[in-house]
């Protein structure tokens, strides 16, 4: 929650549900200009009751951010009107979208009113058994290691093997575990959708500390192709958020194999086009050398995917 005025925070001591509900308020407020209590009725399951205390609540926390239209017989955003949740974040929003448009979650449930129309990239889904997903995430809990049978990119079938899970990762298109490897005795990545089956689990004895690779972070610094015209790089930093022409993003250095992949900042992009690559690596010296060290705890060990 924000402050309004400077002078206080507002409440803290208010109820998980009862903030919720808050926040939506704040959301439509802030995104569409206006909130009924039918509108939070829906959204919560509530009664006109609950929806009238809920509305009551918000202008006690922000007395300046609602106007009541009699005509309409609804809230509208007040002129002097400033958030009192995070509401104001692109991220979010458009994060909603995005899970309308993976069907992650139903139009009633997200806290739009009216939905843009719009699109997202189908791309193809990579199945996860969810019994592998619960005992992979127990054994992390628990801190042991678990018996897997695995598919991997550089053995011709399955091969059942012990891996120490320790977190779990998502490159941008599948998740995958982070674990130490018993068979081959280093950390490394396991694709979910790649295992089989799984059987029995044991104690751990492998310390997550000496993932150095999952704990260091390492800058990664992009620029606009040079080759473009002056126009195009001014275009490409505005793009990409970058100051004096250059963006500074910390990625761990398990990832950085994925990051330049997805980016195609790797070597599979060095004959595009300048108009087509329209960012290079502005100290790719230093990445080679971060995912040279200690090349055995980063997935930079399989070069044709990054993980095992």
């Known amino acids: 929650m924000r402050e309004q005025d400077g002078s206080a925070e507002p409440e803290r001591a208010l109820r998980w549900g009862i903030e919720r509900r808050l926040e939506f308020i704040d959301f439509r407020l802030y995104w569409e200009g206006r909130i009924n209590r039918s509108d939070i009725m829906r959204a919560f399951a509530l009664s006109v009751q609950q929806a009238s ?36 974040d692109s991220d979010r929003y458009l994060a909603q979208l995005r899970s309308l448009g993976e069907k992650l979650i139903q139009p009633e449930e997200a806290w739009m009113l009216e939905i843009p129309s719009f699109l997202t990239l189908p791309l193809p889904s990579r199945p996860i058994d969810p019994s592998i997903l619960k005992a992979v995430l127990a054994s992390i809990r628990q801190k042991t290691a678990i018996e897997v049978l695995y598919q991997s990119m550089s053995r011709p079938d399955p091969l059942w093997r012990w891996i120490s899970p320790h977190a779990i990762g998502f ?35 492998v310390d997550p500390a000496g993932d150095r690779a999952w704990i260091e ?34 990625v761990k250095r398990a990832f950085l194999l994925y990051f330049l992949q997805r980016l195609r900042l790797d070597e599979t992009g060095s004959g595009r086009r300048p108009a087509e690559q329209q960012i290079v690596l502005a100290n790719r010296t230093e990445i080679l050398e971060a995912m040279a060290t200690g090349r055995h705890a980063t997935p930079a060990h399989d070069a044709e995917s990054g993980v095992q």
């Open 53 to 88: 205390a809920d509305i009551a609540r918000y202008q006690k926390l922000a007395p300046d951010n609602l106007a009541y239209d009699r005509s309409a017989k609804r809230y509208l955003a007040a002129p002097a009107y400033r958030p009192v949740f995070k509401v104001d």
């Open 171 to 205: 490159d941008g298109l599948r998740w995958h575990i982070r674990a130490y490897c018993h068979l081959d005795g280093f950390f490394k990545d396991f694709v979910f959708a790649r295992i089989h089956e799984f059987r029995g689990t044991r104690p751990g004895d």
């Open 217 to 250: 972070t390492v800058p990664v610094v992009i620029a606009p192709h040079p080759d473009l015209s002056q126009a195009q790089r001014k275009s490409i930093a505005l793009d990409y958020g970058m100051v004096d022409s250059v963006r500074v993003i910390q």
